[in-house]
């Protein structure tokens, strides 16, 4: 029975659309604002504000979101931490 290794790579490596998406959830950025929206939109619900609570909640994150698919940070990084260990890879299926 074989064991999966993954080799860690020594250079910065382009990410396709995939791991773009799946890693740019774990962005503190897009965490921050996944968290932030939470609280206005709550507000908005208890005065029975359907609207602005929808606008509030989707939004500012479709928005970052976006913003990150478009001008991509150094998701690199986060894939190699300890929480995008806990990701799975798009590309390690056959492991």
């Given amino acids: ?40 939109a709550l ?7 359907i609207v602005p609570a929808a606008m509030t ?3 500012p994150p479709v928005l970052v979101s976006a913003a990150m698919m ?3 940070p150094d998701l690199e990084r986060l894939k190699r931490s300890a929480l995008g260990a806990v990701r799975p890879s798009p590309h390690d299926a056959g492991c």
């Fill in 1 to 40: 029975m074989g064991v999966c290794k993954q080799a860690w790579p020594t250079h910065f490596e382009h990410m396709d659309f995939k791991e773009k998406r799946l890693y740019h959830q774990i962005h503190p950025l897009k965490l921050a604002t996944d968290i932030g929206v939470v609280l206005p």
């Fill in 43 to 49: 507000y908005f619900l208890w005065d029975h504000r």
């Fill in 57 to 59: 909640t989707f939004v």
């Fill in 70 to 72: 478009k001008w991509t």
